[in-house]
């Protein structure tokens, strides 16, 4: 959802202050103005903590980070547009931990938002490729500086054989109404040998469709492993959907369709080449 002009401002204002878990604006507005700003701190879960030594919209989590991702992008988010849910801070540690991202790595961000997994991924030494299919999002990943690469595009678009080689790491926090379909598409560009580590709404674990059966069918062919994160694991970025870790490593000539098993596919026309 758009933050409203008049809001962006109070919110970016340098006397406001956006600390720990609240929001506080020590400085007068307008009523309408006031309403307007307190709609938006509510809808992104804060709650007025009238009494005197705090004053302020208080969340039930650390709000600065988030904050700064809405207000760069000038929107908060909202299920309605294209399910943008930033990975809060503490499930970035554990994708990493799991990924264990070394200096020189190449790292697929397929569906990057505002970086809060590519950034913390270059900072542990990953070269990180971002792909992103909103205008505002693709605007703050090219202001962070933190890609090497910002591709403005439908992931599920791109083609793993026009990206001439594999990632050793895939993260991702894709959108969860595709959550299944951007995973087996990420699938693709994964290196032999790679690791893709992605979180999941928990409903991929037990959802009946043939997708997502086949799909759990995949993972435990491959050996996949799912870690529960807590109930409240994305609280921060405002919804109470329950997630998990999901880890696959990748295996040379394994089951999992990577970057490598396509170009091993024989194309339409070398087969018809060869009759
Ligand atoms: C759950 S958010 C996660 C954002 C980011 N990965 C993070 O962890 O902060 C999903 C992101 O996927 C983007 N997205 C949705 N559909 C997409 C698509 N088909 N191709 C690329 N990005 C997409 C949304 O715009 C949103 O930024």
Same mark, same amino acid.
Request: overall charge negative; charged content about 20%.
């Given at each position: 959802m758009e933050i409203p002009s008049g809001v962006h401002d109070v919110l970016a204002d340098p006397r406001t202050v956006i600390a720990g878990d609240r929001v506080q604006i020590p400085f007068e507005l307008d009523r309408p103005l006031y309403e307007q700003v307190a709609k938006v701190l509510t809808e992104i879960g804060g709650r007025w903590d009238g009494r005197k030594k705090v004053r302020a919209h208080v969340f039930p989590f650390p709000v600065e980070a988030f904050m700064r991702a809405c207000l760069a992008t000038r929107e908060f988010p909202s299920r309605f547009e294209q399910g943008w849910y930033p990975t809060p801070e503490s499930v970035v540690d554990q994708m990493l931990a799991h990924a264990?991202?070394?200096?020189?790595?190449?790292?697929?961000?397929?569906?990057?938002?505002? +970086?809060?997994?590519?950034?913390?991924?270059?900072?542990?030494? +990953?070269?990180? &490729?971002?792909?992103?299919? &909103?205008e505002r999002r693709i605007r703050v990943l090219n202001g962070q500086g933190a890609a090497r690469r910002v591709v403005h595009a439908d992931f599920?678009?791109?083609?793993? /054989?026009?990206?001439? $080689?594999?990632? $050793?790491?895939? /993260?991702?926090?894709?959108p *969860?109404?595709?959550?299944?379909? $951007?995973?087996?598409?990420?699938?693709? *560009? /994964? &290196?032999d040998g790679g690791t893709l580590v992605a979180v999941l709404p928990e409903s991929v674990m037990w959802h009946s469709d043939r997708a997502t059966t086949e799909f759990r069918e995949l993972v435990s062919l491959?050996?996949?492993?799912?870690?529960p994160l807590p109930d409240d694991a994305f609280a921060p970025s405002g919804t109470s959907v329950r997630t998990v870790l999901l880890v696959l490593d990748a295996a040379a000539g394994g089951p999992l369709p990577t970057?490598?098993? $396509?170009?091993?596919?024989?194309?339409? /026309? &070398?087969? *018809?080449?060869?009759?």
């Open positions: 264990g991202v070394r200096d020189g790595m190449s790292v697929l961000e397929p569906s990057a938002g505002t +970086g809060s997994i590519a950034g913390p991924a270059a900072e542990s030494g +990953g070269v990180v &490729d971002c792909v992103e299919i &909103d599920l678009d791109l083609d793993p /054989l026009d990206c001439p $080689h594999g990632y $050793h790491r895939v /993260l991702m926090n894709p *969860f109404s595709a959550a299944v379909q $951007h995973v087996r598409h990420a699938l693709g *560009f /994964l &290196d491959a050996e996949g492993t799912w870690a970057h490598g098993w $396509h170009q091993r596919q024989p194309r339409q /026309l &070398d087969l *018809f080449a060869a009759t």
